[in-house]
């Protein structure tokens, strides 16, 4: 048993398929956190993703309302006023989508929810794309967490695992094509408009993704995609 | 400029008056968390107690509203069902008490505060008290929870503090006798009712620690602390 921390985007999806059909977890409690962000569209996307991987696996499902943080912390692009920032994920204008100590919330609150029901980890999807903007996502942070964790629950210990932590986001769609993972029904964008921008840092991550996979994302229609790759290309052209 | 997780019990009250005056921080962020606690009442007093000190220092309060968390987390007896175990607080009983991860979840949450209000360090009032039952308030937590703050928000680092993690609550009660804590406002009892119940561990160990410092409790009538001190002697007769 384990917890997931799952924002039905991408990378979490991958980790859940990743969760019950490599690791062979036997239930997965899958947490999905609203904290005012503003593309809260994906929380139906979670809800619809973990319907669908129910054929294949035990998985449970709740949305945690953290809505009422939001004020407390609220900067930034995602929760805050600032626009999303249009450039490659990896770019260092992204970091105005940093929601401040937001994963060490979500860990926190996950690992008292896996002492309650008796889960002995908590997952969560941190990968080596986010790794130069979001440093709640670097391996000796994952570390420390662990340790902070483990010390602070002593009589019911509780581990931290990252198993995406050195993969790229072209490393995360290659591991979920081969599972089976339903990419059509995932949400990355930042705005929380009807369909994906295309041009935020996520949806050019997404794109640069499934390009090097060779494969068109699933998500988007042959036209969308077709403009998702040339955004790519004025993007990110040169690197 | 700090932020303090506020509880408006004695510890935290002690730790106010110690920031502002032996610390000399000189803006303080009261945090006071409403996880849907059986001993809610203690809200009220933190409001009651940021008032009176207004006048020696400056102090912004706000109340954060996690009871969103209370079902998932809920267990023991502070949020869940059991009975407040009826024993001095050092005792293995007290550990139905533990509410899972809390500490972390508060603190983790007082970080992003920290970090939008510029805020450099996040104070919480662990003392040498809690070490038996409750692994998170321990010296080698607050340092394992001090690196990985400091690893997730590298980009605008923030410190956590516990100054009394090696001080029992008699020696809290001497320092704060010292700084003119309004101990009268304060609440400690873990039952919801009144008046303080007098017999619960945290009714006990308060007990204990005016009574070592050989002066009545501020916050109990004559009557209700020879009735107090009787139950004290009763429970904890020949330690």
Not at 37 to 52: L, P, T
Not at 140 to 149: I, Y
Not at 158 to 174: C, H, M, Q, T
């Amino acid at each position: 048993m384990a917890v997931l921390i799952f924002s039905g985007g991408l990378d979490s999806t991958t980790l859940l398929y990743y969760m019950a059909k490599v690791e062979k977890v036997e239930r997965i409690y899958a947490l999905t956190f609203d904290y005012g962000q503003r593309h809260a569209r994906e929380i139906d996307h979670a809800r619809r993703i973990v319907e669908f991987a129910r054929d294949e696996m035990d998985v449970k499902h709740k949305v945690v309302d953290l809505s009422s943080i939001k004020d407390l912390i609220a900067m930034g692009a995602l929760t805050g006023d600032e626009d999303v920032p249009k450039a490659h994920y990896a770019d260092k204008s992204q970091r105005a989508t940093i929601v401040p100590n937001r994963n060490m919330i979500m860990l926190s609150v996950a690992v008292g929810y896996a002492v309650k029901v008796g889960a002995k980890a908590v997952y969560y999807s941190a990968h080596r794309g986010d790794y130069e903007n979001y440093p709640d996502c670097r391996k000796e942070f994952v570390k420390a967490m662990d340790t902070a964790v483990y010390l602070a629950n002593i009589f019911n210990p509780v581990e931290i695992r990252a198993p995406f932590v050195d993969i790229d986001k072209a490393g995360i769609v290659e591991i979920g094509l081969k599972l089976g993972v339903p990419y059509h029904l995932t949400w990355s964008c930042y705005e929380g408009r009807e369909r994906p921008c295309l041009s935020c840092g996520a949806c050019i991550e997404r794109t640069e993704a499934f390009l090097l996979n060779g494969v068109k994302d699933p998500a988007l229609s042959d036209e969308e995609w077709k403009k998702a790759v040339e955004i790519y290309k004025r993007v990110c052209g040169r690197r």
